[in-house]
């Protein structure tokens, strides 16, 4: 479709865009988690894991919302093209990694959605930032947006459970499995919970 609109280079440059914003934002990740481990004396950070959205999900995101497939279309409605998934150790790691990123002075919060203290319907818990990040090219300087999606080890066992289990299929008895869903998500936030007391027991001095 973009090549019969003359539009694959433009589509090809946008994604490389993202993708140099996605480096720029997983980089100041790393090198955040690499100071505060100075700090605290541990990684707050377990693991890091970035995408780019395909051509075929794209599509398929503007066409539900009746949106034509152009470059610019893409650019002015789709905030998730670019996205960081961010998995912590522990609730309030991922708070202090909030604060330090939108603290710094050439990155833009554009949106932030806490479905930490606030959980979806279904038990889903992540704290989810859309961030404005500058890319640096031959160019010039370009502001990319990124998703940031930030949660604990145990949020992101149930959400990728929760996804294999029920993202597009349909379930015998669904209403009882989600039910049983939303019951596991609340014990595993009391996990998370639990977890930080034992961590402060632990590091506080005998």
Not at 86 to 93: E, G, K, L, N, R
Request: aromatic share 8%; with cysteine.
């Amino acid at each position: 479709m973009l090549s019969l609109k003359d539009e694959l280079t433009n589509f090809q440059t946008l994604m490389m865009h993202y993708e140099c914003a996605l480096c720029e934002i997983q980089t100041k990740i790393e090198v955040m988690d690499r100071e505060l481990a100075l700090v605290q004396n541990r990684n707050p950070i377990e693991s890091i894991k970035s995408r780019i959205k395909t051509p075929r999900s794209i599509f398929e995101k503007l066409d539900r919302r009746g949106i034509d497939f152009t470059v610019s279309n893409i650019e002015r409605y789709l905030q998730d093209i670019a996205g960081i998934r961010v998995i912590c150790s522990f609730i309030d790691d991922i708070y202090k990694l909030r604060d330090c990123l939108i603290k710094q002075d050439d990155i833009v919060l554009l949106e932030e959605k806490d479905y930490i203290r606030y959980p979806k319907n279904n038990g889903y818990r992540s704290l989810h930032l859309i961030l404005e990040v500058p890319i640096y090219l031959t160019s010039g300087k370009y502001m990319m947006k990124v998703e940031v999606q930030l949660r604990t080890i145990a949020m992101d066992f149930w959400a990728s459970i929760d996804h294999k289990m029920k993202y597009k299929r349909d379930i015998p008895n669904e209403q009882s499995i989600t039910e049983e869903l939303l019951y596991v998500a609340e014990m595993i936030n009391q996990l998370d919970r639990r977890m930080i007391q034992l961590r402060d027991r632990i590091d506080k001095p005998a």
